[in-house]
T-cell receptor, first 114, second 114 residues
Framework: EPEVTQTPSHQVTQMGQEVILRCVPI?????FYWYRQILGQKVEFLVS????????KSEIFDDQFSVERPDGSNFTLKIRSTKLEDSAMYFC????????????FGPGTRLTVL | AQSVTQLGSHVSVSEGALVLLRCNYS??????LFWYVQYPNQGLQLLLK??????LVKGINGFEAEFKKSETSFHLTKPSAHMSDAAEYFC????????????FGDGTTLTVKP
C-alpha cells in the first residue's frame, strides 16, 4: 500500500538555525498538508497546499515558515530561524481529492531545537 | 470556526469491557468526521471516517462510530477492549472548504487494565 514518507525521522538543531523537513506524499495525491504536535498536546494544522500554492495557513505558520514542492514528488517545510518552541513532531499528510477523502499521514519528523 | 471536543482526556477500562470515547463537534455545515489512533512515538493511523451515507461506520480493529447530527456527536466504541488498544485517540473534523484541512480534538488516552 502506498504511504507518505518523511525524512529525517529526528532532527536536532540549534536555535536560530534553518531546518528543512522533507516529505514524499503519495504519488497521485493532489492536496498536501503539514501539521505539528508539541509533546503531549494535540495535532495542530499548519498549512495546506494545492495546485502549487498555499490554500490555507494557520496563525502558527508565520513568516519563519515556508513550504515548497520543488519537483513532482517532494513537499518540504522550511523553518528559517528555529525557536525553542518549534520543538515538536511535524507530520506531513496528503490526500487524493477533497475534504471527505482519507488523509494519509507520514510517520513524522521529531524536531528538537536546543 | 470549526472545533472538536473530546470529553475525557483519560479513559481507563478493563480488558474485555466496552470502550466509549466521546467526540462532539461544532459546525453549521455538514462535517466529515474521522477517528485516528496514535501509539507512542508513532504517526497517526486512521481508524474510521464518516463522510456521507450510513451513520454507523465500522473501522479497523473492531472499532465503530455513529454520527448523530442532532447531538453533533461522533463517539467511538468497541464492544470488548484489548490490551493492544491502549493508545491515544484523536477525533478530527474537516469540511468541504479550504482544501479540507483537519481540525483535531485534544485527544483521549485509553488505558486498558488486565
Amino acid at each position: 500500500e502506498p504511504e507518505v514518507t518523511q525524512t529525517p525521522s529526528h532532527q536536532v538543531t540549534q536555535m536560530g538555525q534553518e531546518v528543512i523537513l522533507r516529505c514524499v506524499p503519495i504519488s497521485n495525491h493532489l492536496y498536501f498538508y503539514w501539521y505539528r504536535q508539541i509533546l503531549g498536546q494535540k495535532v495542530e494544522f499548519l498549512v495546506s497546499f494545492y495546485n502549487n500554492e498555499i490554500s490555507e495557513k494557520s496563525e502558527i505558520f508565520d513568516d519563519q515558515f515556508s513550504v515548497e514542492r520543488p519537483d513532482g514528488s517532494n513537499f518540504t517545510l522550511k523553518i528559517r530561524s528555529t525557536k525553542l518552541e518549534d520543538s515538536a513532531m511535524y507530520f506531513c499528510a496528503s490526500r487524493r481529492t477533497g475534504a471527505g477523502d482519507t488523509q494519509y499521514f507520514g510517520p513524522g519528523t521529531r524536531l528538537t531545537v536546543l | 470556526a470549526q472545533s472538536v471536543t473530546q470529553l475525557g482526556s483519560h479513559v481507563s477500562v478493563s480488558e474485555g469491557a466496552l470502550v466509549l470515547l466521546r467526540c462532539n463537534y461544532s459546525s453549521s455545515v455538514p462535517p466529515y468526521l474521522f477517528w485516528y489512533v496514535q501509539y507512542p512515538n508513532q504517526g497517526l493511523q486512521l481508524l474510521l471516517k464518516y463522510t456521507t451515507g450510513a451513520t454507523l461506520v465500522k473501522g479497523i480493529n473492531g472499532f465503530e462510530a455513529e454520527f448523530k447530527k442532532s447531538e453533533t456527536s461522533f463517539h467511538l466504541t468497541k464492544p470488548s477492549a484489548h490490551m493492544s488498544d491502549a493508545a491515544e485517540y484523536f477525533c478530527a473534523v474537516s469540511y468541504n472548504t479550504n482544501a479540507g484541512k483537519s481540525t483535531f480534538g485534544d485527544g483521549t488516552t485509553l488505558t486498558v487494565k488486565p
